[in-house]
């Protein structure tokens, strides 16, 4: 009650991998990205047919989403990653609020879907990290909050999951439809065949056309998202 996500009725396994400040070691992450893999059940492909991602008969994310970001590279972290997204995973984590040339880790890493923040006129905020994948709306966002409260947040924090429930979208969308789930994709993809090639071809291009270092593709369109995936 109170506020509606983007994907309402996903599933969500909430891992804690900062304290109560909000910190933590790039260790700590790489574990809660394995335990995002192994799910649950703590297992990683429970009927063994090498199919980790979109099979009922397993239990790993299919999305991972990080409202997080450090400003160094781990190999560690880095290479739980690269697995993740080897298995079929979508990982999208925030740029960043630092008002950088460049996004943070672990969004700066080529797997991972990198999310800018943008306010209620579509403008780019100012705290946003450059070269971004995609944006969002990601100033002034009504959030739930400890106690069963509601604060109204801005960050590329509250961009990120945004992004987060519109590849939950377009991944059950796609798996109602066809039976399984489509591939990750990369950076570069323009076609409706990856998950990351429909957020591309469906934002909003504003700034410069194609992709530009204020909004990457464009602002992220769930509409277009899901009619994409949808054929």
Not at 38 to 59: E, H, N, T
Not at 99 to 113: F, H, K, M, R, T
Not at 190 to 212: F, K, Q
């Amino acid at each position: 009650m109170g506020v509606v996500g983007v994907a309402p009725k996903v599933e969500i396994y909430a891992i804690k991998v900062l304290d109560r400040t909000g910190s933590g070691t790039y260790t700590d992450i790489a574990i809660g990205i394995e335990q995002a893999l192994l799910g649950p059940d703590g297992v990683l492909d429970a009927d063994g047919d090498g199919i980790i991602v979109g099979d009922p008969d397993d239990d790993a994310a299919e999305v991972i989403s990080m409202s997080l970001g450090g400003p160094t590279d781990d190999q560690y972290l880095h290479d739980i990653i690269i697995q993740a997204y080897n298995y079929g995973v979508v990982i999208v984590a925030a740029s960043g609020n630092d008002g950088a040339d460049q996004p943070s880790y672990p969004a700066a890493y080529p797997e991972v879907i990198a999310v800018g923040a943008t306010d209620s006129t579509d403008a780019i905020a100012s705290f946003s990290n450059l070269q971004p994948e995609v944006t969002a709306p990601g100033v002034d966002i009504l959030s739930t909050y400890p106690d069963d409260t509601y604060e109204t947040l801005s960050g590329t924090s509250m961009a990120t999951p945004h992004v987060s429930g519109v590849v939950a979208l377009i991944q059950a969308a796609y798996y109602n439809k066809y039976g399984k789930v489509l591939p990750v994709g990369t950076f570069d993809d323009m076609s409706t065949n990856t998950v990351r090639g429909i957020l591309h071809v469906t934002a909003d291009d504003l700034g410069d056309p194609g992709w530009d270092i204020y909004y990457g593709y464009g602002i992220v369109r769930a509409d277009l998202a899901v009619q994409a995936a949808l054929g």
